[in-house]
Every structure is written in structure tokens, then in C-alpha cells.
């Protein structure tokens, strides 16, 4: 039984003083004490019954709170037929330690609350026992037939214990979603990332305003590399105070949403494929109606269940294209990340990635489109990164077709440049904060952008391959110093007269002149696209 439970009707009446957020600490007995120094008959889990006699004065108060809080006692209990009303010095005292505070009125015998407990404890005890195999064979099937939201019905009705799968990011995969507040589940995944980030030793804890809660990872492997993408199995109340039995049963929980996390990423094997095919179709500028192929696919293969025909994707449908990047995190963190942060917004999403990146296309209609939303939802994901870690991702206009993802995934990378330069741990940079130029070389078709930047550059990387010249990192120089000579001389590191001989011979591969703004507009657009 929990403290709260000795406030309930059917229960003595008892009035409480001090510490109402510790009412959910479970009792596993009482002890009836008017002894000065009574911790060393204490075991931990029981509610103290006190006549208060021990008491001479205020200080009495402060050392007898701080004896049974040392000694494991969960929750005192203060009879007023001796001594009167509870002395304002042990509300005190119960507040400084935390610890929940409850007046035994004169007309309420210390054998009716002692009874009371008996009774609640020993009820608890032998549903525990008695049932426990039961409930493990029925978890087992819950979650072969209904999922997990049949197991934590299961668990909600028959022990009346609320319990919420969560990602990373606090969405819900299984649970009573209506009894957890989109700030709660913030604050607990933050609370277990954190946690993790410490390699603290699971379950971890954490208090809300309704109350405790444990958390318990969710790894889909013992081998699981990713644990900014692991699901945090939340379970009400704090499971370090429960019997044995009982966290025996939380942890059998955790290891079958561990289950279903893994029979789960089986399943996205063929999904991984598909994005990785797509993301080398795009780096190979391949036909577009070889893209709308595998974008097919992935339509069909997410629609198998809500369509009998999934309408083809090549027909009108817009896509966004996301382009993500970690710094100090574990290779392929970033695309468990981004797999886990967007499967609980669509099923539709292509995740690709190798190393520290990965690339998603999506349908438009399915996304968290705008940046900021997108900023949000990753947010929580700040507690576990480390001092290095940091995730930076830039966000593409949609692509009307297939034909648009090649310019839309160019335009996703210099978004995410942009959000690179951020100071922060996780940075999202959209495309309304590209520069206009950026847009209009992503709307270009690839052709004309190669032949562009292969008319005004190849000449020069020719000749800087053949005599080492350098002339290529010289220009990029020149222009980001906006044509200044003593300037641009000063970063190079070189003389003014060698700058100048560098720049006469650029100008003799291309025929530009680099004192003409158009050719110097040209030369930063071809630059860019390189």
C-alpha cells in the first residue's frame, strides 16, 4: 500500500500535516515507538505510529525526524491523546526531511491504523504472490496479440499501475497517453537522457508535480550503440520502494518493450534499404523516373495496411528532403535519431544515412514541415548529448516529384551549414534563411548547374592539378574578401604581387575579369555549386 492510501475513504481518520508529494512512498509495515533514538529497529518501508512522549522541547523534534528518515521509515504518524496536538516544530522538522506528516486524532487507536495497515500490506503480498505467473503469461500474450498497449492495459487494470512507452523525443508509443501532459513527458525523457548521459544505473528516477516515476531503458539490443534513439519504458511511483515481486514484474515489462523495440527495427530493414538506394540514386543524379520507382516502393510498402492501392508518389506529390549531421556522437546515432524522432509523425519517412550523417525524404503533408517544430521535437534530445555531442540538421523546400529531390537535398545541405554555425547542442535551419541565390540554383536543372560550373572552373582545377597552384582556394579567397588585395594577401599568407600573378593567371584560363562584378558573381555561384 502507498501512504496516500491511509487518506482514503475507509480508512482511519487521519489528518495530514507535512510533505503531501511523498504520499506515493509504498509501506511495508508499522512500527509503534516512543523511543528517544528508535532507527536501529528500523528495516526501511515502515510508517512510525508515535505517542510523541520522547518529545522535551523543539530540538527533540528535528533529531527524532532525522533518526527514522536515516532509518528508512517512509512516513510518522503522531497520536494526540497524550500530549495534545501535533507541535508546530515536527510540521517543521517533517518538511526539512521530507517526510509525510499525519495526526492520529485522540479518538483513533494506534491497533486501528496498525490493523488497517496489516490488512492493506497483506492483501498486496498475496495478490503478488498468488497471481504473478498468471500475469507474466498473460503479458506474454497481450503482446503477441494487441501489442504493448495491451500489456499496459493489462497492467493498468489488474494492478492499477500506470506505465507509458516513450521516445526519446516524448512521444508515446504505448499507454495511457491522457494521463501524461506533454511538459510530463519532457521533463521524463530529459530526466532519463540525462541519466544515461551519466551512466547512472538504471531504474532511473524522477518527481513530477503529480508524483514519482521510474524510468527503465528500452535497448533493442545488449549491443544497442544508440541510446539517444532507445524507448524509455515510464512507470508510475518508484519502483526502488516496491516488494521484490513487484520489481521483478517492471523489469519483466522492460525487457518485453525491449522485445517489441527489436521485433520492430527488424521490420525497418527493408525501409533502410529502400533510402539507402535513394540516396545513391540522388548523389548519381539518376532519371527521375528510376527515384519515383523506389519512392514507390516505400509508399506502397508504408500504405500496405491503410490502402489496398497506394496511389503512386510521382503523381503531384511534394517532398522534403532533410540533411542531418552529429558531432561527437557514435556513427549511425544520427539516423537511429532521426528514425525514432519522425516514426512517431509519419511512417513514411526514408532514412538513409552512413557515419556521423544521414539524409530523410518525406512526403511534405506527412512532416513537421516548419523548422522551429521541427527544433522542438528534437529538443529534449539536449540532456544526452555530452559536451561534444551536437546534432545540427537543415530543412528543404518542398520538391514538386521526383524531378525536384536532387535540388531540394542541395538545398537541405545548406540549410544545414547554416545551422552548423549556431552556437547550441541541437541547431535547425530552414529554408526560408537560405540566401535567394541558394534557391535559385536548387530550382536549376542539374544539367545546365554542371555545365555552369564546369565551363567557368574546369580550366582552373586542370591547372591546379598539374602544377599545384592553388589558384582554386585563391579565388574562394578573393571573393569572400570582396576583392581586397591586402586583405585576401593577409589570409593566404602570401605576398600582394604573388596574389596578383595568381589571379592574372585565373583570369587568363577563364577570359573573366575579376574586377567586373558580374564575373565575380558568376565565379561565387560556380564555387557554390562545386
Given at each position: 500500500?502507498?501512504?496516500?492510501?491511509?487518506?482514503?475513504?475507509?480508512?482511519?481518520?487521519?489528518?495530514?500535516?507535512?510533505?503531501?508529494?511523498?504520499?506515493?512512498?509504498?509501506?511495508?509495515?508499522?512500527?509503534?515507538?516512543?523511543?528517544?533514538?528508535?532507527?536501529?529497529?528500523?528495516?526501511?518501508?515502515?510508517?512510525?505510529?508515535?505517542?510523541?512522549?520522547?518529545?522535551?522541547?523543539?530540538?527533540?523534534?528535528?533529531?527524532?525526524?532525522?533518526?527514522?528518515?536515516?532509518?528508512?521509515?517512509?512516513?510518522?504518524?503522531?497520536?494526540?491523546?497524550e500530549v495534545g496536538p501535533v507541535p508546530e516544530d515536527l510540521?517543521?522538522?517533517?518538511?526539512?526531511?521530507?517526510?509525510?506528516?499525519?495526526?492520529?486524532?485522540?479518538?483513533?487507536?494506534?491497533?486501528?491504523?496498525?490493523?488497517?495497515?496489516?490488512?492493506?500490506?497483506?492483501?498486496?503480498?498475496?495478490?503478488?504472490?498468488?497471481?504473478?505467473?498468471?500475469?507474466?503469461?498473460?503479458?506474454?500474450?497481450?503482446?503477441?496479440?494487441?501489442?504493448?498497449?495491451?500489456?499496459?492495459?493489462?497492467?493498468?487494470?489488474?494492478?492499477?499501475?500506470?506505465?507509458?512507452?516513450?521516445?526519446?523525443?516524448?512521444?508515446?508509443?504505448?499507454?495511457?497517453?491522457?494521463?501524461?501532459?506533454?511538459?510530463?513527458?519532457?521533463?521524463?525523457?530529459?530526466?532519463?537522457?540525462?541519466?544515461?548521459?551519466?551512466?547512472?544505473?538504471?531504474?532511473?528516477?524522477?518527481?513530477?508535480?503529480?508524483?514519482?516515476?521510474?524510468?527503465?531503458?528500452?535497448?533493442?539490443?545488449?549491443?544497442?550503440?544508440?541510446?539517444?534513439?532507445?524507448?524509455?519504458?515510464?512507470?508510475?511511483?518508484?519502483?526502488?520502494?516496491?516488494?521484490?515481486?513487484?520489481?521483478?514484474?517492471?523489469?519483466?515489462?522492460?525487457?518485453?518493450?525491449?522485445?517489441?523495440?527489436?521485433?520492430?527495427?527488424?521490420?525497418?530493414?527493408?525501409?533502410?534499404?529502400?533510402?539507402?538506394?535513394?540516396?545513391?540514386?540522388?548523389?548519381?543524379?539518376?532519371?527521375?523516373?528510376?527515384?519515383?520507382?523506389?519512392?514507390?516502393?516505400?509508399?506502397?510498402?508504408?500504405?500496405?495496411?491503410?490502402?489496398?492501392?497506394?496511389?503512386?508518389?510521382?503523381?503531384?506529390?511534394?517532398?522534403?528532403?532533410?540533411?542531418?549531421?552529429?558531432?561527437?556522437?557514435?556513427?549511425?546515432?544520427?539516423?537511429?535519431?532521426?528514425?525514432?524522432?519522425?516514426?512517431?509523425?509519419?511512417?513514411?519517412?526514408?532514412?538513409a544515412g552512413s557515419g556521423n550523417g544521414a539524409v530523410v525524404?518525406?512526403?511534405?503533408?506527412?512532416?513537421?514541415?516548419?523548422?522551429?517544430?521541427?527544433?522542438?521535437?528534437?529538443?529534449?534530445?539536449?540532456?544526452?548529448?555530452?559536451?561534444?555531442?551536437?546534432?545540427?540538421?537543415?530543412?528543404?523546400?518542398?520538391?514538386?516529384?521526383?524531378?525536384?529531390?536532387?535540388?531540394?537535398?542541395?538545398?537541405?545541405?545548406?540549410?544545414?551549414?547554416?545551422?552548423?554555425?549556431?552556437?547550441?547542442?541541437?541547431?535547425?535551419?530552414?529554408?526560408?534563411?537560405?540566401?535567394?541565390?541558394?534557391?535559385?540554383?536548387?530550382?536549376?536543372?542539374?544539367?545546365?548547374?554542371?555545365?555552369?560550373?564546369?565551363?567557368?572552373?574546369?580550366?582552373?582545377?586542370?591547372?591546379?592539378?598539374?602544377?599545384?597552384?592553388?589558384?582554386?582556394?585563391?579565388?574562394?579567397?578573393?571573393?569572400?574578401?570582396?576583392?581586397?588585395?591586402?586583405?585576401?594577401?593577409?589570409?593566404?599568407?602570401?605576398?600582394?604581387?604573388?596574389?596578383?600573378?595568381?589571379?592574372?593567371?585565373?583570369?587568363?584560363?577563364?577570359?573573366?575579369?575579376?574586377?567586373?562584378?558580374?564575373?565575380?558573381?558568376?565565379?561565387?555561384?560556380?564555387?557554390?555549386?562545386?
Amino acid at each position: 500500500m502507498r501512504v496516500r492510501d491511509l487518506l482514503a475513504p475507509g480508512a482511519p481518520r487521519l489528518r495530514l500535516l507535512a510533505a503531501e508529494e511523498e504520499l506515493d512512498r509504498q509501506v511495508s509495515g508499522v512500527m509503534t515507538t516512543d523511543l528517544h533514538d528508535p532507527g536501529r529497529y528500523l528495516h526501511g518501508g515502515e510508517l512510525v505510529l508515535t505517542g510523541m512522549l520522547w518529545r522535551g522541547g523543539p530540538a527533540d523534534s528535528e533529531r527524532f525526524v532525522r533518526t527514522i528518515a536515516a532509518g528508512g521509515a517512509v512516513a510518522l504518524a503522531a497520536g494526540e491523546a497524550e500530549v495534545g496536538p501535533v507541535p508546530e516544530d515536527l510540521v517543521e522538522a517533517c518538511r526539512r526531511h521530507r517526510m509525510p506528516l499525519l495526526a492520529v486524532p485522540d479518538d483513533i487507536a494506534f491497533g486501528t491504523v496498525t490493523e488497517f495497515i496489516g490488512r492493506q500490506v497483506s492483501a498486496d503480498r498475496a495478490a503478488d504472490l498468488a497471481a504473478l505467473v498468471d500475469r507474466h503469461r498473460l503479458l506474454v500474450s497481450a503482446a503477441g496479440g494487441g501489442g504493448l498497449d495491451a500489456v499496459l492495459d493489462l497492467l493498468g487494470g489488474d494492478l492499477d499501475l500506470d506505465c507509458w512507452v516513450l521516445t526519446p523525443t516524448g512521444a508515446v508509443i504505448a499507454g495511457p497517453a491522457d494521463r501524461l501532459t506533454a511538459e510530463d513527458r519532457d521533463q521524463l525523457v530529459r530526466a532519463h537522457l540525462a541519466a544515461q548521459r551519466q551512466r547512472r544505473r538504471p531504474p532511473h528516477r524522477a518527481r513530477l508535480a503529480g508524483g514519482a516515476y521510474s524510468l527503465l531503458p528500452a535497448a533493442a539490443s545488449a549491443e544497442h550503440e544508440a541510446p539517444l534513439a532507445d524507448w524509455v519504458l515510464a512507470v508510475a511511483g518508484d519502483v526502488t520502494e516496491w516488494t521484490t515481486k513487484r520489481q521483478q514484474l517492471a523489469e519483466n515489462l522492460a525487457r518485453l518493450v525491449a522485445a517489441e523495440r527489436h521485433r520492430r527495427d527488424e521490420g525497418r530493414r527493408l525501409r533502410r534499404r529502400l533510402a539507402d538506394e535513394l540516396l545513391a540514386l540522388l548523389r548519381r543524379d539518376a532519371d527521375p523516373a528510376e527515384i519515383s520507382r523506389t519512392l514507390y516502393a516505400s509508399s506502397a510498402m508504408a500504405a500496405r495496411y491503410e490502402s489496398p492501392e497506394p496511389k503512386s508518389p510521382s503523381q503531384g506529390d511534394s517532398w522534403l528532403v532533410l540533411s542531418a549531421e552529429g558531432t561527437g556522437l557514435p556513427e549511425g546515432m544520427v539516423r537511429a535519431v532521426l528514425e525514432e524522432a519522425l516514426g512517431g509523425t509519419t511512417d513514411r519517412a526514408l532514412v538513409a544515412g552512413s557515419g556521423n550523417g544521414a539524409v530523410v525524404v518525406l512526403p511534405a503533408l506527412d512532416s513537421p514541415v516548419p523548422a522551429d517544430t521541427l527544433r522542438d521535437l528534437l529538443a529534449p534530445l539536449e540532456a544526452g548529448l555530452g559536451s561534444e555531442g551536437r546534432i545540427t540538421l537543415g530543412v528543404s523546400a518542398p520538391a514538386p516529384g521526383a524531378g525536384g529531390l536532387r535540388g531540394a537535398l542541395e538545398e537541405a545541405r545548406h540549410a544545414r551549414r547554416i545551422a552548423a554555425a549556431r552556437v547550441g547542442r541541437v541547431c535547425v535551419a530552414g529554408p526560408e534563411e537560405l540566401a535567394s541565390h541558394v534557391l535559385l540554383l536548387a530550382a536549376v536543372p542539374d544539367e545546365v548547374r554542371r555545365a555552369f560550373r564546369s565551363r567557368l572552373l574546369d580550366k582552373v582545377i586542370a591547372y591546379d592539378i598539374e602544377h599545384q597552384a592553388d589558384l582554386v582556394r585563391t579565388l574562394e579567397a578573393f571573393l569572400r574578401s570582396d576583392g581586397s588585395w591586402t586583405r585576401c594577401a593577409g589570409q593566404l599568407h602570401v605576398h600582394v604581387n604573388t596574389l596578383r600573378y595568381r589571379i592574372g593567371r585565373i583570369e587568363e584560363l577563364t577570359g573573366r575579369d575579376l574586377s567586373r562584378l558580374e564575373d565575380r558573381v558568376d565565379f561565387y555561384l560556380a564555387l557554390e555549386l562545386a
